[in-house]
């Protein structure tokens, strides 16, 4: 059974390019969330998406958008980018069938914003 | 909105011997749980234990423990016989809400040394 898995697992960009991250939620879960986690700080939670539509967000600007299609497999894209974009963003996905709702992450995508 | 507070920026400790980290969270009552989760330098968030606001018992999962204490609002996790594979970061999370997102504390850095 495969667990969450994320795609790439590095990335370079420049600013002002546009970035896609990528991922695929554990074997059934339904719902994906996005972090983001700068150096030495803990996760930030993006945004969730459950049924393919976005059910929270947190305090980030609307150059962060998200997708989930069909599969539940998920999408971040991240417009205009800044040199703070620069961090490891992590995919966790769950379901709420779980009775205490545990997230499983995947192993990141760290993106560097030259 | 909640806030997960983890004050010890780092720790050392030998291997073999017990280790404590601390996390207070600063709502009446962390409904929806708490959990801990380890992040070696890969950058995968691995959950470990989790304890429920309404368990009448502190968890436990081999060698991880939770000592979890309502009237001080703390949920500090405990590491028997430390390994030296123990070294990472470690972080203590709770769910706000039901949804499932999560609100990470800032971690603690544990080493151990042979």
């Known amino acids: 059974d495969a667990g969450v898995t994320q795609s790439p697992t590095h990335l370079i960009k420049t600013r002002g390019q546009q970035v896609t991250l990528r991922c695929s939620p554990k074997?059934?879960?339904?719902?994906v969330s996005w972090y983001q986690q700068a150096l030495g700080q803990g996760p930030q939670f993006i945004f969730q998406?459950?049924?393919?539509?976005?059910?929270q967000r947190g305090n980030f600007p609307d150059r962060f958008s998200g997708h989930q299609f069909p599969n539940y497999s998920s999408e971040l894209n991240v417009n205009a980018l800044l040199l703070g974009d620069s961090a490891l963003y992590l995919c966790?996905?769950?379901?709420?069938?779980?009775?205490?709702?545990?997230?499983?992450f995947g192993p990141g995508t760290r993106l560097t914003v030259l | 909105a909640q806030k997960i507070t983890q004050t010890q920026p780092g720790m050392f400790v030998q291997e073999k011997e017990a280790v404590t980290l601390d996390c207070t969270y600063d709502?009446?009552?962390?409904?929806?749980?708490l959990f801990w989760y380890k992040q070696p330098s890969s950058g995968e968030m691995i959950f470990l234990i989790y304890?429920?606001?309404?368990?009448?018992q502190n968890a436990t999962e081999g060698r991880y423990s939770l000592n979890f204490q309502k009237a001080r609002k703390s949920a500090n996790l405990v590491i028997s016989a430390s390994q030296l594979g123990d070294s990472a970061m470690y972080f203590c999370?709770?769910?706000?809400?039901?949804?499932?997102?999560?609100?990470f504390g800032a971690g603690t850095q544990v080493v151990v040394t042979p």
């Open positions: 999370a709770s769910p706000p809400d039901s949804w499932g997102k999560l609100q």
């Open positions: 074997s059934g879960h339904d719902t």
């Open positions: 304890q429920g606001s309404y368990d009448q």
């Open positions: 709502t009446s009552d962390p409904s929806y749980g």
């Open positions: 998406y459950y049924e393919e539509e976005e059910r």
């Open positions: 966790a996905s769950s379901s709420g069938q779980l009775p205490r709702n545990e997230q499983f």
